[in-house]
């Protein structure tokens, strides 16, 4: 081990997400909404070890979830990152990726922000070279609109494309049930038709506001860490469009919701949802009803630290 690769490899975790609000406001000319969020980390994490290596690859991707569609070339956003991050910083050399995932793939919870969150963390690390967290944020928002948030972990509020983020203050535990789906949902086709039924319905639903904002109820909810009061103020405006996208999606919601469920709701762009409870108990209860329904069910609670090093 030479003094300049102090470690012959870096494993970091971080976190997946859900948005107890998500306001979507008007299409801008870059392709992007603007968006007012809350953004809540969720005990369902992705391990990623960065190992020294002359090309860029990724090794292995592993984990609990279904992973046969995640892309091992460079459409893969934890490969994008560490190129990205060499480039910056102008490292010659390359990485290994190790990627371990308990976030659904494409199930609208951030798993591949999150993987690339931890890339940049873990090679900044095994390269030894000392970016500030506002240095890494910066590339993680050209990365995605999730990226940064999957550094930042906890409870935030993020603005502009859901990239400009405000820590906001929460108190106490959230318990969540997660009921996932096999079939992805594509983000770009749920905001399309979410534009398109603007488009033809803006007269009566209106056309989205032209500054979003998170409602006081969702923050004071937080602060005061009551589950009853945050499922009371919950909102994803993207969730009809997904719905309309997933019928499906709507008998599960409602499975929950009549079983236990403080209220239910799509995360993100879905397909999964996320089932908010009264406590832990609860929480384990409904994943045992929506699992003998013949859904699939996860246990998470929030929030928890973004991308870290550990091992
Ligand atoms: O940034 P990210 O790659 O996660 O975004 C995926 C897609 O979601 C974007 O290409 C865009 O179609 C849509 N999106 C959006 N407005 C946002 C965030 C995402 O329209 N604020």
Not at 66 to 83: F, H, M, Q, S, Y
Not at 260 to 267: I, N, Q, R
Request: aromatic share 4%; hydrophobic share 45%.
């Amino acid at each position: 081990m030479s003094l300049a690769e102090p470690f012959p490899s870096v494993r970091v975790r971080a976190p997946g997400k859900i948005n107890v609000y998500l306001e979507v406001g008007r299409l801008r000319s870059d392709g992007y909404h603007d968006l007012a969020t809350a953004f809540q980390a969720l005990s369902l994490y992705e391990d990623v070890v960065a190992t020294h290596d002359d090309d860029f690859v990724i090794g292995s991707i592993t984990g609990s979830v279904e992973t046969i569609g995640v892309p091992k070339d460079e459409r893969n956003l934890a490969l994008r990152a560490a190129r990205l991050l060499a480039k910056e910083a102008g490292y010659h050399g390359g990485v290994r990726l190790d990627i371990s995932k308990d976030v659904p793939v494409a199930g609208g919870m951030g798993g591949g922000s999150a993987d690339a969150a931890a890339t940049l963390l873990a090679c900044d690390a095994l390269w030894g070279l000392g970016l500030s967290s506002g240095d890494l944020g910066e590339l993680a928002a050209q990365l995605g609109a999730d990226v940064p948030f999957a550094l930042m972990g906890g409870t935030a509020v993020g603005t502009n494309r859901g990239d400009v983020l405000n820590p906001a203050l929460a108190r106490g535990r959230f318990d969540w049930v997660l009921a996932t789906s096999q079939v992805g949902v594509s983000t770009p086709e749920a905001y399309g038709m979410l534009d398109r039924h603007r488009d033809e319905h803006g007269a009566e639903i209106g056309y989205g506001a032209e500054s979003p904002e998170v409602e006081a109820d969702v923050l004071h909810a937080l602060r005061q860490g009551d589950p009853r009061m945050l499922a009371a103020s919950m909102r994803n405006d993207l969730q009809a469009a997904t719905l309309r996208m997933r019928p499906d999606l709507a008998e599960a919601l409602e499975v929950g919701e009549s079983s236990g469920a403080l209220a239910g709701l799509v995360s993100g762009s879905g397909p999964t949802i996320g089932f908010l409870c009264e406590g832990a108990d609860s929480a384990a209860e409904l994943a045992q009803t929506l699992e003998a329904a013949g859904l699939d069910a996860l246990l998470a609670h929030g929030p928890v630290p973004g991308a870290r090093i550990i091992g």
